[in-house]
Protein backbone atom coordinates (compact mmCIF):
# COMPACT_ATOMS: atom_id res chain seq x y z
CA UNK A 1 0.00 0.00 0.00
CA UNK A 2 1.15 3.16 -0.85
CA UNK A 3 0.35 7.31 -0.59
CA UNK A 4 -0.41 9.05 -3.59
CA UNK A 5 2.03 11.90 -4.66
CA UNK A 6 -1.05 13.47 -6.80
CA UNK A 7 -3.41 13.83 -3.92
CA UNK A 8 -3.39 17.56 -3.35
CA UNK A 9 -3.91 16.53 1.06
CA UNK A 10 -0.43 16.10 2.53
CA UNK A 11 1.16 12.81 2.76
CA UNK A 12 0.59 12.49 6.88
CA UNK A 13 -3.01 13.36 6.01
CA UNK A 14 -3.88 10.82 3.65
CA UNK A 15 -2.20 8.37 5.81
CA UNK A 16 -4.43 9.51 8.59
CA UNK A 17 -7.60 9.13 6.45
CA UNK A 18 -6.15 4.89 5.92
CA UNK A 19 -5.41 4.39 9.09
CA UNK A 20 -8.94 5.66 10.50
CA UNK A 21 -10.30 3.95 8.06
CA UNK A 22 -9.30 0.41 9.19
CA UNK A 23 -9.94 1.65 12.91
CA UNK A 24 -13.69 2.68 11.63
CA UNK A 25 -14.25 -0.56 9.59
CA UNK A 26 -13.19 -2.68 12.56
CA UNK A 27 -10.03 -4.11 10.67
CA UNK A 28 -8.28 -2.71 13.42
CA UNK A 29 -10.62 -3.36 16.80
CA UNK A 30 -10.77 -1.84 19.93
CA UNK A 31 -7.80 -2.63 22.51
CA UNK A 32 -5.74 -3.71 19.30
CA UNK A 33 -1.97 -3.12 19.21
CA UNK A 34 -0.90 -0.35 16.73
CA UNK A 35 1.47 -1.03 14.18
CA UNK A 36 4.64 1.05 14.98
CA UNK A 37 6.22 3.87 13.20
CA UNK A 38 8.63 1.93 11.62
CA UNK A 39 5.99 -1.03 10.58
CA UNK A 40 3.64 1.77 9.29
CA UNK A 41 6.96 3.42 7.47
CA UNK A 42 7.58 0.25 5.52
CA UNK A 43 4.35 -0.35 4.85
CA UNK A 44 3.15 2.27 3.17
CA UNK A 45 6.40 3.25 2.12
CA UNK A 46 6.66 6.91 3.64
CA UNK A 47 9.12 8.53 6.12
CA UNK A 48 9.01 7.57 9.61
CA UNK A 49 8.33 11.53 10.20
CA UNK A 50 5.02 11.52 7.99
CA UNK A 51 3.78 8.26 10.33
CA UNK A 52 4.30 10.23 13.31
CA UNK A 53 2.36 13.31 11.86
CA UNK A 54 -0.19 10.72 11.18
CA UNK A 55 -0.43 9.18 14.43
CA UNK A 56 -0.77 12.64 16.27
CA UNK A 57 -3.74 13.06 13.94
CA UNK A 58 -5.32 10.28 15.29
CA UNK A 59 -4.38 10.63 18.62
CA UNK A 60 -6.04 14.53 18.79
CA UNK A 61 -9.18 12.73 17.64
CA UNK A 62 -9.19 9.95 20.08
CA UNK A 63 -8.93 7.16 18.33
CA UNK A 64 -5.32 6.12 19.95
CA UNK A 65 -3.76 5.77 22.93
CA UNK A 66 0.26 5.39 23.74
CA UNK A 67 1.58 3.64 26.53
CA UNK A 68 5.12 4.12 27.70
CA UNK A 69 6.84 1.39 27.15
CA UNK A 70 3.96 -0.21 25.44
CA UNK A 71 3.10 1.43 22.37
CA UNK A 72 0.32 2.66 21.11
CA UNK A 73 -3.23 1.17 21.16
CA UNK A 74 -7.04 1.58 19.54
CA UNK A 75 -8.88 3.23 22.11
CA UNK A 76 -11.64 1.08 23.31
CA UNK A 77 -15.34 1.96 24.26
CA UNK A 78 -16.59 3.14 27.25
CA UNK A 79 -16.59 0.28 29.75
CA UNK A 80 -18.68 1.36 32.48
CA UNK A 81 -22.51 2.63 32.45
CA UNK A 82 -23.23 5.69 34.45
CA UNK A 83 -26.82 5.60 35.16
CA UNK A 84 -27.51 8.87 35.70
CA UNK A 85 -31.67 8.89 35.93
CA UNK A 86 -30.63 6.30 39.36
CA UNK A 87 -28.66 8.05 41.36
CA UNK A 88 -31.29 10.42 42.07
CA UNK A 89 -34.27 7.87 42.76
CA UNK A 90 -35.38 8.05 45.71
CA UNK A 91 -37.33 4.84 45.64
CA UNK A 92 -34.05 3.13 44.31
CA UNK A 93 -32.65 4.13 47.23
CA UNK A 94 -35.15 3.03 49.81
CA UNK A 95 -35.35 -0.17 47.79
CA UNK A 96 -31.60 -1.00 47.80
CA UNK A 97 -28.63 -1.88 50.29
CA UNK A 98 -28.76 1.30 52.52
CA UNK A 99 -25.10 0.12 54.18
CA UNK A 100 -23.34 0.99 50.31
CA UNK A 101 -24.24 4.31 48.40
CA UNK A 102 -25.47 4.64 45.21
CA UNK A 103 -21.90 5.00 43.27
CA UNK A 104 -20.49 1.59 45.08
CA UNK A 105 -23.83 -0.46 44.38
CA UNK A 106 -23.35 1.07 40.61
CA UNK A 107 -19.69 0.19 40.42
CA UNK A 108 -19.97 -3.05 41.84
CA UNK A 109 -23.03 -4.32 40.08
CA UNK A 110 -20.79 -4.21 37.05
CA UNK A 111 -17.78 -6.58 38.65
CA UNK A 112 -15.39 -3.40 39.69
CA UNK A 113 -14.49 -2.55 43.26
CA UNK A 114 -15.69 0.63 44.58
CA UNK A 115 -13.14 3.38 46.51
CA UNK A 116 -13.55 6.71 47.14
CA UNK A 117 -11.52 9.75 48.43
CA UNK A 118 -13.25 13.20 50.10
CA UNK A 119 -12.41 16.09 51.37
CA UNK A 120 -14.82 18.82 52.53
CA UNK A 121 -14.22 22.34 53.00
CA UNK A 122 -16.36 25.75 53.36
CA UNK A 123 -15.78 28.01 50.60
CA UNK A 124 -17.41 31.27 49.69
CA UNK A 125 -20.11 30.08 46.45
CA UNK A 126 -18.80 31.59 42.97
CA UNK A 127 -21.13 33.09 40.49
CA UNK A 128 -22.68 30.00 38.97
CA UNK A 129 -23.11 27.70 42.43
CA UNK A 130 -25.02 30.52 43.94
CA UNK A 131 -27.05 31.15 40.93
CA UNK A 132 -28.05 27.50 40.83
CA UNK A 133 -28.54 27.68 45.23
CA UNK A 134 -30.53 31.00 44.88
CA UNK A 135 -27.49 32.49 47.02
CA UNK A 136 -25.83 35.44 47.02
CA UNK A 137 -22.18 35.60 45.65
CA UNK A 138 -19.63 34.47 48.32
CA UNK A 139 -22.30 33.28 50.32
CA UNK A 140 -20.98 30.45 52.23
CA UNK A 141 -21.39 26.76 51.52
CA UNK A 142 -20.15 23.59 51.84
CA UNK A 143 -18.34 21.70 49.08
CA UNK A 144 -17.66 17.33 49.20
CA UNK A 145 -14.92 16.68 46.88
CA UNK A 146 -14.64 13.08 45.74
CA UNK A 147 -12.17 11.13 43.73
CA UNK A 148 -14.23 8.25 42.83
CA UNK A 149 -12.13 5.08 41.70
CA UNK A 150 -13.31 1.32 40.00
CA UNK A 151 -10.80 -0.98 40.72
CA UNK A 152 -8.08 1.78 41.72
CA UNK A 153 -8.47 3.29 38.84
CA UNK A 154 -9.70 6.88 38.71
CA UNK A 155 -12.89 6.96 37.24
CA UNK A 156 -14.92 10.41 38.47
CA UNK A 157 -14.27 13.71 40.34
CA UNK A 158 -17.94 14.34 41.79
CA UNK A 159 -18.15 17.83 43.84
CA UNK A 160 -21.55 18.48 45.85
CA UNK A 161 -22.28 22.09 46.75
CA UNK A 162 -24.56 22.57 49.85
CA UNK A 163 -25.86 26.01 51.43
CA UNK A 164 -24.03 25.94 54.99
CA UNK A 165 -27.21 27.00 56.49
CA UNK A 166 -28.60 23.45 56.00
CA UNK A 167 -25.65 20.84 56.60
CA UNK A 168 -23.71 22.57 59.48
CA UNK A 169 -22.75 20.08 62.47
CA UNK A 170 -24.47 17.15 60.13
CA UNK A 171 -22.70 13.98 58.48
CA UNK A 172 -22.22 16.27 55.27
CA UNK A 173 -19.53 18.24 57.14
CA UNK A 174 -17.08 14.67 57.87
CA UNK A 175 -15.11 13.76 55.23
CA UNK A 176 -15.81 10.18 55.89
CA UNK A 177 -17.86 7.78 53.72
CA UNK A 178 -21.40 8.68 54.58
CA UNK A 179 -22.85 4.99 54.04
CA UNK A 180 -26.31 5.66 53.45
CA UNK A 181 -25.80 7.93 51.04
CA UNK A 182 -26.12 12.60 51.51
CA UNK A 183 -29.43 12.78 49.84
CA UNK A 184 -30.70 10.25 52.69
CA UNK A 185 -28.76 13.00 55.05
CA UNK A 186 -30.78 15.52 53.50
CA UNK A 187 -33.96 13.83 53.99
CA UNK A 188 -33.31 13.16 57.89
CA UNK A 189 -32.46 17.35 57.74
CA UNK A 190 -36.06 17.83 56.67
CA UNK A 191 -34.98 18.47 52.89
CA UNK A 192 -36.45 15.31 51.25
CA UNK A 193 -34.81 15.30 47.79
CA UNK A 194 -38.14 15.42 45.33
CA UNK A 195 -37.12 16.90 41.55
CA UNK A 196 -33.50 17.90 39.62
CA UNK A 197 -32.44 19.47 36.80
CA UNK A 198 -29.51 18.53 35.01
CA UNK A 199 -27.26 20.50 32.85
CA UNK A 200 -24.84 18.11 30.44
CA UNK A 201 -22.25 19.82 28.59
CA UNK A 202 -19.05 18.15 27.01
CA UNK A 203 -15.72 19.73 26.68
CA UNK A 204 -11.45 19.19 27.38
CA UNK A 205 -10.53 18.37 30.44
CA UNK A 206 -8.67 21.44 32.89
CA UNK A 207 -5.36 20.57 34.09
CA UNK A 208 -6.18 19.20 37.27
CA UNK A 209 -8.64 17.16 36.43
CA UNK A 210 -6.36 15.79 33.97
CA UNK A 211 -3.83 15.09 36.59
CA UNK A 212 -6.80 13.09 39.06
CA UNK A 213 -7.78 11.12 36.31
CA UNK A 214 -5.07 9.83 34.94
CA UNK A 215 -6.39 11.06 31.32
CA UNK A 216 -4.37 10.82 28.44
CA UNK A 217 -3.68 13.25 25.43
CA UNK A 218 -7.22 14.32 23.42
CA UNK A 219 -9.55 12.22 26.52
CA UNK A 220 -13.02 14.91 26.73
CA UNK A 221 -15.08 14.87 29.71
CA UNK A 222 -18.55 14.92 29.97
CA UNK A 223 -19.72 17.60 32.87
CA UNK A 224 -23.26 16.92 34.60
CA UNK A 225 -23.94 19.65 36.65
CA UNK A 226 -27.15 18.47 39.02
CA UNK A 227 -29.14 21.22 41.11
CA UNK A 228 -31.65 18.88 43.51
CA UNK A 229 -34.72 20.80 45.41
CA UNK A 230 -36.39 19.89 47.95
CA UNK A 231 -40.75 19.48 49.27
CA UNK A 232 -40.95 22.85 49.35
CA UNK A 233 -38.75 23.48 45.68
CA UNK A 234 -36.03 25.13 47.40
CA UNK A 235 -32.32 24.19 46.12
CA UNK A 236 -30.48 21.96 48.67
CA UNK A 237 -27.76 20.78 46.77
CA UNK A 238 -25.61 21.12 43.13
CA UNK A 239 -23.30 18.27 42.50
CA UNK A 240 -21.13 18.63 39.92
CA UNK A 241 -19.57 15.32 38.13
CA UNK A 242 -16.79 14.65 35.53
CA UNK A 243 -16.93 11.92 33.55
CA UNK A 244 -13.78 11.12 31.33
CA UNK A 245 -15.51 10.23 27.97
CA UNK A 246 -13.31 7.31 27.31
CA UNK A 247 -14.71 5.31 30.50
CA UNK A 248 -18.43 6.04 30.59
CA UNK A 249 -21.61 5.54 28.57
CA UNK A 250 -23.88 8.21 30.13
CA UNK A 251 -27.66 6.51 30.55
CA UNK A 252 -31.02 8.13 31.37
CA UNK A 253 -34.57 6.20 32.13
CA UNK A 254 -37.06 8.10 31.13
CA UNK A 255 -41.00 7.60 31.99
CA UNK A 256 -42.98 7.64 29.26
CA UNK A 257 -46.63 8.22 31.67
Do not use: C
Not at 184 to 192: A, I, K, N, R
Not at 206 to 214: D, G
Not at 245 to 254: A, I, M, P, T
Amino acid sequence: MTLNPADPRPLYQQLASMLRGQIQSGELAPGDRFPTEGELSDRYDTSRNTVRLALDVLRNEGLIVSQRGRGSFVRTEPPLRYYASLTGSRTKRMEADRRRDTFSQQIEAQGKKARQVSTVETIPANAEIAAHLHLSTDEPVVVRRRVMYADDQPLQLGDSYYPLSIVQSSKIMDPADIIEGTDQVLEDLGHTPTRYEDEITWRMPSAEEATKLHLGPATPVGRLLRTSFDQNDQPIEVYQVILPGDRHVLLYEVDAE
